[in-house]
């Protein structure tokens, strides 16, 4: 949970990231309340922020939220300003499968925040229903005591999480050996 930026309540936002494949890091990160255009869009600025460059191509998501006409529109439309945001900057899209972990490099990433990361903040609430902390769980008195003691009310603000994240990415993910690269 992160402090919702309008309502100041606890709410599970969306991390929308792009991840460079040939060095294995995540070089562009936006969290929102939900998954949208914005929110694809900031993260891709993100990445040509990091990177100095736009990226040759992208492998996108399934998600109605990434293949919207704001990213998309074809290259009839270009003259009329209407092209997508990538083709109007030469990135070439691909598409992953649908319900296919494998056609997406960045799930051995997300997999990695989730087990190292995620978990260590006091308000992680786990990946899956199946996977929920106990003090989501029924009749878990003792580990919600333990909760509000430690926690209260307290909530990370969703810049504090993108700070965090960044810093967890470059200090610690980074600085490992990831399988598939070349060394020299």
Not at 41 to 52: F, P
Not at 124 to 145: C, D, F, M, Q, T
Request: hydrophobic share 35%; proline share 6%.
């Amino acid at each position: 949970d992160v402090k919702h930026p309008f309502t100041g309540k606890a709410h599970r936002p969306t991390l929308i990231c792009f991840y460079d494949g040939r060095s294995r890091m995540p070089v562009g990160l936006s969290i929102m309340p939900t998954e949208n255009t914005d929110n694809i869009s900031e993260a891709l600025a993100d990445a040509v922020r990091t990177l100095g460059k736009f990226p040759e191509a992208v492998i996108l998501d399934n998600g109605r939220a990434f293949k919207a006409k704001h990213f998309t529109e074809s290259n009839e439309f270009y003259d009329s300003g209407l092209a997508g945001i990538y083709e109007r900057y030469g990135i070439i899209t691909h598409f992953t499968k649908p319900y296919n972990s494998q056609s997406k490099p960045i799930e051995s990433f997300f997999n990695q925040l989730n087990e190292r990361f995620s978990k260590m903040l006091p308000t992680y609430l786990g990946n899956s229903i199946s996977n929920k902390v106990p003090r989501l769980k029924r009749n878990e008195k003792l580990h919600i005591a333990a909760y509000e003691k430690q926690v209260g009310n307290w909530l990370p603000t969703i810049p504090e999480v993108v700070n965090a994240i960044k810093r967890w990415s470059i200090e610690i993910y980074g600085k490992e050996s990831h399988g598939g690269l070349r060394k020299g």
